[in-house]
């Protein structure tokens, strides 16, 4: 790790995610000595290509203006890149190595041949119009293109980039290479999507957490969930929280939480999913119109809870936030954003023994169907919802058993182990069995 932070000074965010796996995978290289001979770990750490370019863009007033684009090319060993595009401030080297490095050992765990791979730019898509995202889509796409491919790299959706953004980008695409393929995942329906992509993270970061129920011979019924986020992946995972039972009691965004004690009913998800997707406003206009009371800067953990998915942002769940839920009762713990508990909070969940899913295992549904939309159009053809559902839902139930079968310890399972040991296997003989390249 020394080494590591010597060649990467400064980025916090990579270096946590790259030593969470490597204390929970420390014991097996030190067994297994083909890791050390082949040197896996520094070659696993080191992205195999990282591109950075200009993205020049004019607004409707005529202003010029110049942003960032990235992307992380991290591991092909399992397949074509794979992993979203994120448009966000926040977005740098640090992050999108980070994110790159999360997104190989995800797409090892679903069983799925896809390697890792994660991009974006720090182009702020919020207040924007059609014309202005549309304008930026077209300038990141004039480069990207160069970079990408159907069996080379397949970019996805993330923050920032939704059914807008990856129209304007495979619009742009198209274009240029002359060529209709399945090179960006997240398309419409209309031309080579594939139903439940947009439910997918989320609904399947619910499907985990049935898994980790099951293990108590619990269900999601009549439970309390608090859900960080009222984007994608938080209104989808309360979609299916509701669906299999249970009450989901708060919702936030950027500006607050919205505390909802009855718990929320189709109609006002119905509101929540078009005050965000379409009128792109915040959470606070949901609590005025139904009359919940709203928390200003406010974070959603001290709502009495038995189940919390944090489905924000990175490290938006920190140590005081885990102590919070503890004392409110919370017990299960599953992460539909990348990396949202912060090491600290992981200390706690792991000192407390709580049902617990890890990002890379719990939110991998998402990349799952990002796949399986690539099998489809690979093979011109589009499956029915409830095909896709229903590999979805074993992609999860395997994941879990993943997890269950490399974190069983003696005092019970430790999830964050399983995944990581459970995807590095499968990355790490891979590449002995490819060869130093």
Same mark, same amino acid.
């Given at each position: 790790?020394?080494?590591?932070?010597?060649?990467?000074?400064?980025?916090?965010?990579?270096?946590? $995610?790259? %030593?969470?796996?490597?204390?929970?995978?420390?014991?097996?290289?030190?067994?297994?000595?083909?890791?050390?001979?082949?040197?896996?770990?520094?070659?696993?750490?080191?992205?195999?290509?990282?591109?950075?370019?200009?993205?020049?863009?004019?607004?409707?007033?005529?202003?010029?203006?110049?942003?960032?684009?990235?992307?992380?090319?991290?591991?092909?060993?399992?397949?074509?890149?794979?992993?979203?595009?994120?448009?966000?401030?926040?977005?740098?080297?640090?992050?999108?190595?980070?994110?790159?490095?999360?997104?190989?050992?995800?797409? $090892?765990?679903?069983?799925?041949?896809?390697?890792?791979?994660?991009?974006?730019?720090?182009?702020?898509?919020?207040?924007?119009?059609?014309?202005?995202?549309?304008?930026?889509?077209?300038?990141?796409?004039?480069?990207?293109?160069?970079?990408?491919?159907?069996?080379?790299?397949?970019?996805?959706?993330?923050?920032?980039?939704?059914?807008?953004?990856?129209?304007?980008?495979?619009?742009?695409?198209?274009?240029?290479?002359?060529?209709?393929?399945?090179?960006?995942?997240?398309?419409?329906?209309?031309?080579?999507?594939?139903? !439940?992509? @947009?439910?997918?993270?989320?609904?399947?970061?619910?499907?985990?957490?049935?898994?980790?129920?099951?293990?108590?011979?619990?269900?999601?019924?009549?439970?309390?969930?608090?859900?960080?986020?009222?984007?994608?992946?938080?209104?989808? @995972?309360?979609?299916?929280?509701?669906?299999?039972?249970?009450?989901?009691?708060?919702? $936030?965004?950027?500006? +607050?939480?919205?505390?909802?004690?009855?718990?929320?009913?189709?109609?006002?998800?119905?509101?929540?999913?078009?005050?965000?997707?379409?009128?792109?406003?915040?959470?606070?206009?949901?609590?005025?119109?139904?009359?919940?009371?709203?928390?200003?800067?406010?974070?959603?953990?001290?709502?009495?809870?038995?189940?919390?998915?944090?489905?924000?942002?990175?490290?938006?769940?920190?140590?005081?936030? @885990?102590?919070?839920?503890?004392?409110?009762?919370?017990?299960?713990?599953?992460?539909?954003?990348?990396?949202?508990?912060?090491?600290?909070?992981?200390?706690?969940?792991?000192?407390?023994?709580?049902?617990?899913?890890?990002?890379?295992?719990?939110?991998?549904?998402?990349?799952?169907?990002? +796949?399986?939309?690539?099998?489809?159009?690979? !093979?011109?053809?589009?499956?029915?919802?409830?095909?896709?559902?229903?590999?979805?839902?074993?992609?999860?139930?395997?994941?879990?058993?993943?997890?269950? %079968?490399?974190?069983?310890?003696?005092?019970?399972?430790?999830?964050?182990?399983?995944?990581?040991?459970?995807?590095?296997?499968?990355?790490?003989?891979?590449?002995?069995?490819?060869?130093?390249?």
């Amino acid at each position: 790790m020394n080494h590591l932070a010597q060649r990467n000074p400064g980025e916090k965010n990579f270096l946590e $995610s790259v %030593q969470e796996v490597v204390e929970s995978v420390w014991d097996l290289i030190n067994v297994e000595r083909r890791y050390s001979e082949f040197n896996i770990l520094e070659r696993i750490t080191e992205p195999e290509r990282m591109i950075l370019f200009r993205v020049p863009w004019v607004d409707d007033d005529g202003t010029v203006h110049v942003n960032r684009g990235f992307r992380i090319e991290f591991s092909s060993v399992l397949g074509p890149y794979k992993g979203g595009l994120r448009f966000h401030p926040s977005v740098n080297l640090d992050v999108l190595k980070f994110l790159g490095f999360e997104q190989t050992f995800k797409n $090892s765990l679903t069983t799925l041949s896809m390697g890792g791979g994660k991009g974006g730019s720090d182009f702020d898509p919020k207040g924007r119009s059609d014309q202005e995202v549309m304008r930026f889509c077209h300038s990141f796409m004039s480069e990207l293109y160069r970079h990408i491919g159907a069996r080379t790299d397949v970019p996805a959706g993330d923050i920032g980039v939704g059914a807008r953004e990856i129209g304007y980008l495979f619009g742009q695409y198209k274009k240029l290479t002359n060529r209709f393929d399945g090179t960006l995942t997240g398309k419409s329906l209309n031309w080579g999507g594939s139903p !439940m992509r @947009a439910e997918a993270t989320g609904y399947g970061t619910v499907y985990f957490v049935q898994e980790l129920l099951a293990t108590r011979e619990e269900t999601l019924e009549g439970k309390k969930v608090v859900i960080s986020g009222s984007g994608n992946v938080a209104q989808y @995972a309360a979609e299916k929280a509701m669906q299999l039972g249970g009450s989901v009691v708060a919702l $936030s965004d950027s500006r +607050g939480t919205v505390h909802i004690p009855s718990g929320m009913n189709e109609e006002q998800l119905e509101y929540v999913k078009h005050l965000k997707n379409v009128k792109r406003e915040s959470i606070s206009e949901f609590a005025e119109e139904f009359g919940f009371s709203w928390h200003e800067s406010a974070k959603p953990w001290g709502v009495k809870c038995d189940v919390a998915l944090p489905c924000a942002t990175e490290n938006e769940l920190d140590e005081e936030d @885990a102590k919070t839920l503890l004392g409110n009762g919370c017990y299960v713990i599953a992460e539909g954003a990348n990396k949202p508990c912060t090491p600290a909070a992981l200390d706690i969940v792991h000192q407390k023994k709580l049902l617990f899913g890890p990002g890379k295992a719990a939110n991998a549904g998402g990349v799952a169907v990002s +796949g399986l939309e690539m099998s489809q159009n690979g !093979m011109h053809t589009q499956w029915t919802r409830e095909k896709v559902d229903n590999r979805l839902h074993n992609i999860m139930r395997s994941i879990h058993e993943k997890c269950v %079968q490399y974190g069983d310890t003696r005092d019970g399972v430790d999830y964050i182990r399983g995944a990581n040991v459970g995807g590095f296997i499968k990355v790490a003989d891979s590449m002995i069995e490819q060869g130093v390249v």
